[in-house]
């Protein structure tokens, strides 16, 4: 039973598309994130939620619009789709607090979404 | 501006030694930190942490060194597997409230093969 599922986890579109990733957990967590893993390998952080709240929104073009409908879900939609967003998309989850006996924050991950805009 | 690096693209090492992947880090403000490893096509897995009040921290044949004055920490696998073959990633984070809270800052990965 997969912890975070994301789809679809392939995507190939034409550039002006407008397209959408959706994620799922069923962890339990109040945290979901959006990861992505660009040509250059970096995972960087795009949106964070907390109990459908938007608490983390890095500089990413407002083309980019996460929605949370409730806890458990963070969708990714993308407007106007540019070659440079072809990259993996990670969703990932958490419970803020933490788990792990050093008090991290650990987050658990989706298998990515690879999005290549032609 | 990155603010953890992984200055090695790729380690190889032979089953049965001693992996030793590096991370170097600039902010200050992180206080924890974090190994992931990822196998083709998966996400990301949570292997260890480390508090930045500790120096070590250790679960099985993985270890985590962190030396706070030289802002690097460092990942210990003894002994190696084929199995540990994967991108191996360092993380940090400031356990912090506001717009920090939760965000983990990943370096560029170490892609580790051992050799049987």
């Known amino acids: 039973d997969t912890a975070v599922s994301q789809t679809p986890k392939y995507l190939v579109t034409q550039m002006g598309n407008d397209k959408s990733i959706k994620c799922e957990q069923n962890?339990?967590?109040?945290?979901m994130y959006w990861y992505k893993q660009d040509s250059k390998k970096f995972l960087k952080i795009m949106f964070s939620y907390n109990n459908k709240e938007l608490i983390i929104n890095e500089t990413v073009p407002n083309r980019f619009s996460p929605k949370s409908p409730d806890k458990a879900h963070l969708n990714l939609h993308i407007n106007s789709l540019e070659l440079g967003d072809s990259a993996v998309y990670f969703c990932a989850s958490s419970q803020v607090q933490g788990t792990t006996s050093s008090g991290a924050n650990v987050l658990t991950f989706g298998a990515g979404s690879r999005l290549t805009v032609l | 501006d990155q603010q953890v690096k992984q200055n090695s693209p790729s380690l190889s090492v032979q089953e049965g030694r001693i992996s030793i992947l590096n991370c170097d880090y600039t902010?200050?403000?992180?206080?924890?930190f974090l190994w992931y490893k990822k196998y083709p096509a998966e996400g990301p897995t949570f292997l260890i942490s480390i508090s930045s009040i500790k120096d070590k921290n250790e679960d099985g044949r993985f270890t985590v060194f962190l030396n706070k004055s030289a802002k690097h920490l460092s990942l210990h696998i003894v002994p190696s597997q084929p199995g540990d073959s994967a991108v191996y990633f360092c993380a940090a984070s400031v356990h912090a409230g506001g717009t920090s809270y939760g965000k983990l800052t990943f370096g560029q990965g170490t892609i580790l093969t051992v050799h049987p």
């Open positions: 962890l339990g967590h109040d945290t």
């Open positions: 902010n200050s403000m992180f206080d924890y």
